[in-house]
């Protein structure tokens, strides 16, 4: 086991669900096991014991709307109306739905535009007023966010490579050179999203 295990073993030991004495504890324990290693992706999206999964999807979602803002402001000087003029990853085509009819925002509005949305609806005291259960009505949002955020991570993916790349670098994984995590981390959690069809 290399050094790096090792002290992230003893980490993970340390950090319990249990010792946070907070409202927002699902929330601090989130952010404390991503300090200490976002390359543990089966860890990451697992709800702690006896907590409720939608609040942790919750949490993971208003998590990656922060992580996202710093990949789009890197993604800025490169990704344009001249370079995107159209929002697309790899082949596909998407438009943007916030505006009142979907319509085709070039790529970097899309991301701000759906960012902002999607930040807006997270933090709504209308959908979501509590931290503690997630009302059944607004299950289905998690659904379209966690699909229009991942379309900003392939954006960067198949059209912006270098960014991606040294973005997950630095911003994601600052304990150990590990790439594609937050690829993987939404990709994963999209999928169970997605997979609770019911709340289409
Ligand atoms: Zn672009
Ligand atoms: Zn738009």
Wanted: charged share 25%; hydrophobic share 40%; net charge negative.
């Amino acid at each position: 086991m290399s050094a790096d295990s090792t002290q992230n073993c003893n980490l993970w030991r340390e950090c319990r669900f249990e010792g946070i004495q907070s409202q927002f504890a699902l929330q601090e324990y989130l952010q404390e096991l991503v300090r200490i290693d976002r390359s543990n992706v089966e860890r990451l999206i697992c709800a702690p014991d006896g907590q409720d999964e939608e609040i942790w999807q919750f949490e993971h979602l208003r998590l990656l709307c922060l992580d996202l803002n710093y990949l789009v402001i890197q993604l800025e000087p490169e990704c344009n109306k001249e370079s995107c003029p159209e929002m697309k990853a790899d082949e596909w085509l998407y438009l943007c739905a916030a505006h009142i009819q979907p319509q085709a925002c070039c790529a970097i509005d899309y991301a701000f535009h759906t960012l902002d949305g999607a930040t807006s609806l997270l933090n709504s005291n209308k959908y979501f007023p509590s931290r503690m259960s997630i009302m059944p009505t607004s299950l289905k949002h998690f659904q379209s966010i966690a699909r229009r955020l991942y379309r900003i991570f392939a954006h960067a993916w198949y059209h912006h490579r270098e960014v991606f790349d040294s973005f997950e670098v630095r911003r994601v994984c600052p304990i150990r050179r590990c790439n594609y995590t937050a690829h993987w981390v939404l990709l994963t959690m999209c999928k169970r999203v997605l997979e609770r069809g019911v709340f289409v």
